[in-house]
């Protein structure tokens, strides 16, 4: 279908030119002489401002039209008398391509993000979640510019697996077995070996173990895909689908790691500068006052880093009194993670070398033989935004964790191989997509940054 993009049209057009566009109407507005439709395609934030004069044949047909309908329309550029716009659209003809009527869910105006997570296939359509989706877009680019400009391999981790990553027991099965009467062995356990893959399979937690074998080749190398958890965790930062960057870096200690993430991190913020400056002045405006400025020390101020004892430390003496306990050996909540960043440092902070007992199999042990090489980066307002480590690389030592987490050396026979030949240092992260998003757009709920969320008791679509 021939027509130009808004984005061009408002950027590159002059008065004088002619030009077709198609989108959808944002906005009627009429008068007894003129009517104002404001059109929208989405290539941009802003809409094409069309002006339909009293003289216009087939006005009434136009004037019917509602927020929602989509149009497309030939028409002359002409300087704009209005504020807020340099060029409207003098219309010749106007073809309504689809109706709508004010049964369609985002014609209610001021409805909230609740309200329209409910009709999460409508809200695309509203300035907010179109924002949100090309945010979305361009981050993603710029996670594989990054790490390209780097070197660094992009690695296809696979997303049915049969190693858990983190250990957790929070993984979907995956399975072709009848539900109802699945085969089952002597002891009437489910008899696997039955089933698709001979073994159990599931949908991945982390690419990190793969990512690892590729890195034991290539040296520099991260994954890009989507991850699945089946935590029955129903915070605005837990998704059970959620995508997930995880570089893996050969000859590379925690210090490397830690800095690749900070370079990282502030990479995707002056990305989003340069690449979303419409985006991002409506997030300022309407969705977290002072976003801009806040994203915009993040870009220069060097990142805290603080030792996970020294944070226990630091909120047991803030004062205050937790909804979860602290101490030495338990996991930081997020409120204790939302003090440390927002209150304690001001700034995004590394915390390192937690108790080797709350972290998985995987992670290199310090020498105190307590801790492990490894850290999460909080952020304000989100939290942990990055989980990473050192991996261990000494058999000896692997071998011994992998007993005490009670993971089964067998199966993991060729994990450990990759430290039995030719084993070197390493490290790597992960960076929860979703949680960038968040704290790119100042949106607070992990809902509100997925095209379609999962989360327990819903998967629509
Ligand atoms: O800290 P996690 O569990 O680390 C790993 O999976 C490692 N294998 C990564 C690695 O070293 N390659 O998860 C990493 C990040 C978290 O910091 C968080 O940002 C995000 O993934 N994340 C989630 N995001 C949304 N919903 C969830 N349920 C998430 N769980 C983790
Ligand atoms: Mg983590």
């Avoid at 945010?135 to 190693?163: D, K, N, Q, Y």
């Avoid at 250990?167 to 072709?176: K, R």
Wanted: aromatic residues 10%; negative net charge.
């Amino acid at each position: 279908m021939e027509r130009s993009e808004i984005k061009d049209v408002l950027s590159k057009g002059r008065a004088g030119d002619a030009a077709t566009v198609a989108g959808w109407i944002k906005s009627v507005r009429a008068s007894k002489s003129v009517a104002f439709v404001h059109l929208n395609d989405g290539s941009t934030f802003d809409s094409l401002q069309v002006v339909v004069p009293e003289t216009f044949p087939g006005r009434d047909a136009v004037l019917r039209q509602i927020t929602g309908a989509a149009l497309r329309v030939k028409g002359t550029l002409v300087a704009s008398p209005g504020k807020g716009q340099a060029l409207d659209l003098a219309p010749e003809e106007i073809e309504v391509l689809g109706e709508c009527d004010a049964s369609s869910p985002v014609q209610k105006a001021g409805t909230s993000f609740e309200f329209l997570r409910g009709v999460a296939h409508m809200r695309p359509r509203t300035n907010t979640f179109g924002a949100v989706f090309r945010v979305r877009s361009e981050l993603a680019f710029a996670v594989h510019e990054f790490f390209r400009e780097r070197g660094f391999a992009l690695c296809h981790s696979p997303i049915l697996t049969t190693s858990d990553c983190e250990g957790a027991g929070a993984m979907f099965s995956v399975t072709t077995l009848d539900a109802e009467k699945p085969p089952r062995g002597e002891d009437g356990r489910i008899d696997w070996s039955k089933d698709f893959f001979g073994e159990r399979a599931s949908l991945t937690v982390s690419g990190q173990l793969e990512a690892e074998i590729l890195a034991m080749s290539l040296s520099k190398v991260y994954t890009f895909g989507p991850t699945f958890r089946a935590e029955n965790s129903t915070t605005p930062r837990h998704a059970a689908e959620f995508w997930m960057i995880e570089p893996e870096l050969a000859f590379a200690d925690l210090k490397d790691d830690r800095e690749l993430a900070e370079d990282f991190v502030k990479a995707m913020v002056a990305r989003l500068f340069e690449r979303c400056e419409r985006d991002l002045r409506f997030f300022d405006e309407r969705v977290e006052k002072g976003l801009r400025a806040k994203l915009e020390a993040v870009a220069t101020a060097d990142f805290g880093v603080i030792e996970y004892a020294k944070a226990i430390s630091v909120l047991e003496k803030a004062g205050r009194t937790w909804d979860h306990p602290v101490s030495w050996g338990r996991d930081l909540q997020t409120e204790h993670e939302r003090y440390l960043t927002e209150e304690y440092a001001k700034r995004p902070l590394f915390v390192i070398d937690y108790p080797k007992t709350i972290k998985p199999f995987y992670m290199y042990c310090n020498d105190d033989d307590k801790t492990v090489a490894c850290m999460d980066l909080l952020v304000p307002r989100v939290g942990e935004l990055i989980g990473g480590s050192q991996r261990e690389h000494r058999l000896d030592r692997l071998l011994a964790r992998m007993k005490e987490c009670g993971v089964d050396e067998k199966a993991y026979s060729w994990y450990a191989d990759l430290r039995r030949f030719g084993t070197v240092p390493h490290a790597g992260f992960g960076l929860g997509f979703e949680r960038l998003l968040m704290y790119a757009t100042g949106m607070e709920n992990i809902r509100d940054v997925s095209l379609c969320p999962r989360v327990p008791g819903y998967a629509k679509f």
